[in-house]
């Protein structure tokens, strides 16, 4: 079936440092990959997404590239502020398919 | 205002005492669905409906009912809670196979 496993957290990080965070996935076929944040309090958002092989999906400073070679969607961001702190998902659709398979989530804190 | 709206934001009931969990959605949607998230577990899918009058498992659907009666509205049922129902519940919604799912703000619930 398909999965998605994200690296697990928490991960803390000062303002301005390199953020990186690891997802790959299992799927069938060519599924789209979907990264989701939460703020605290919040429902979830979407962030960035991408539908095929070597798309970059971008937003807000962050970016990842759907790489089929290595089955990933690694998020990064360049510079993190402490707005960024929230609980990351990687997702995947597969093709034709309505349900989307959330990872466990990352939470990332930012200090000033 | 694009939204999905949940209600009650926060419950804390007893073994065995039905409630209910309202959603609704303002954007026309076909696609709805009920996730739980819990620590380390991410978001687990409970419930989904294609359309009115259509609804099929998640992942997780044991002790629980869904009904979708209209287009914009997506009750989730627990009959007879249990402390295991204890979880934060969100609902979602999307055109179909877009992948972008629209998160009300969470339902917090505790079962005693």
């Known amino acids: 079936g398909n999965s998605v496993t994200q690296m697990e957290g928490p991960v803390t990080l000062s303002e301005e440092a390199f953020l990186t965070i690891n997802c790959t996935y299992t799927?069938?076929?060519?599924?789209?990959l979907f990264w989701y944040v939460q703020y605290p309090g919040e429902g979830l958002q979407l962030l960035l997404k991408?539908?095929?092989?070597?798309d970059k999906g971008s937003n807000k400073g962050f970016e990842a590239t759907y790489r089929k070679e290595t089955t990933s969607f690694h998020l990064e961001k360049g510079s993190v502020q402490v707005s960024d702190s929230a609980v990351y998902f990687c997702?995947?659709?597969?093709?034709?398919?309505?349900?989307?398979?959330f990872g466990a989530g990352t939470t990332v804190t930012v200090r000033a | 205002e694009a939204q999905v709206t949940q209600n009650p934001r926060y419950l804390i009931t007893v073994t065995g005492k039905k409630l209910t969990v309202t959603c609704s959605q303002n954007?026309?949607?076909?696609?709805m669905s009920w996730y739980r998230q819990d620590p380390g577990l991410g978001l687990r899918q409970i419930y989904y409906s294609m359309n009115v009058e259509v609804t099929d498992k998640g992942d997780v659907p044991e002790g629980y009912k869904v009904s979708r009666k209209e287009k914009r509205n997506f009750p989730l049922i627990l009959e007879s809670p249990s402390p295991n129902q204890t979880s934060l519940y969100f609902c979602?919604?999307?055109?179909?196979?877009?992948?972008?799912?629209?998160f009300g703000e969470g339902s917090r619930l505790t079962v005693l």
């Open positions: 979602a919604s999307s055109f179909p196979q877009t992948g972008e799912l629209f």
């Open positions: 991408a539908t095929k092989a070597d």
């Open positions: 997702a995947l659709s597969a093709f034709n398919d309505y349900k989307l398979s």
């Open positions: 799927a069938t076929g060519y599924p789209s």
């Open positions: 954007m026309n949607h076909e696609y």
